[in-house]
T-cell receptor, first 115, second 116 residues
Framework: AQSVTQPDIHITVSEGASLELRCNYS??????LFWYVQSPGQGLQLLLK??????LVQGIKGFEAEFKRSQSSFNLRKPSVHWSDAAEYFC?????????????FGPGTSLSVIP | DTGVSQDPRHKITKRGQNVTFRCDPI?????LYWYRQTLGQGPEFLTY????????KSRLLSDRFSAERPKGSFSTLEIQRTEQGDSAMYLC??????????????FGPGTRLTVL
């Protein structure tokens, strides 16, 4: 069964600083991986996804993530954080089950941005 | 707006009452999912529909919960005899599969349920 850990419950960064959010997954086969962002009171918006191919994935809003199979990680990065990036970030791992697309979400990392 | 919509956005009810939520997926999506999200946690899978067929249910979905998607378009999630532990955000998502893998799920804004 899949599982996802996000070691950092909460992170605070200064505006303009770089950001890295950690994600580790457990899955027996090649996973597909997602990062979603959730602003207060809102649904989840997909930032980026990895299915196969290039292990460095570019997403929206200047985010990127790198899939490292040897470390079972899929960390999210952004070179320069904007105040509007303050939100909850969820890493998710999916698998093709026999009947449906099963996606397991991590517990999330809350990002605060200091002006 | 062609995204996933959910109604109502907020629901406050008293313990023991029944509640029903509605989800309208993206029109061309044949797959629909319900999740529950409690404070400080990621979404947890509840159930999945492909067209009108409910193909998977989580053990989280007790007998008090029932979901339908009668015509393969919108879906409803009903909770009977609500309990305080049912207080959560209920998220709906949809996706499509057209013969190849396509697992990106598009989420609605959620329905926040508060049981007093």
């Amino acid at each position: 069964a899949q599982s996802v850990t996000q070691p950092d419950i909460h992170i605070t960064v200064s505006e303009g600083a770089s950001l890295e959010l950690r994600c580790n997954y457990s899955y027996g086969a090649t996973p597909y991986l997602f990062w979603y962002v959730q602003s207060p009171g809102q649904g989840l918006q997909l930032l980026l996804k990895y299915f196969s191919g290039d292990t460095l994935v570019q997403g929206i809003k200047g985010f990127e993530a790198e899939f490292k199979r040897s470390q079972s990680s899929f960390n999210l990065r952004k070179p320069s954080v904007h105040w509007s990036d303050a939100a909850e970030y969820f890493c998710a791992v999916g698998a093709w089950e026999t009947s449906y697309d099963k996606v397991i979400f991590g517990p999330g990392t809350s990002l605060s941005v200091i002006p | 707006d062609t995204g996933v919509s959910q109604d109502p956005r907020h629901k406050i009810t008293k313990r023991g009452q029944n509640v029903t939520f509605r989800c309208d997926p993206i029109s061309e999506h044949n797959r629909l999912y319900w999740y529950r999200q409690t404070l400080g946690q990621g979404p947890e899978f509840l159930t999945y529909f492909q067209n009108e067929a409910q193909l998977e249910k989580s053990r989280l979905l007790s007998d008090r919960f029932s979901a339908e998607r009668p015509k393969g378009s919108f879906s409803t999630l009903e909770i009977q005899r609500t309990e305080q532990g049912d207080s959560a955000m209920y998220l709906c998502a949809s996706s499509s599969k057209t013969g190849t893998k396509s697992n990106e799920q598009f989420f609605g804004p959620g329905t926040r349920l508060t049981v007093l």
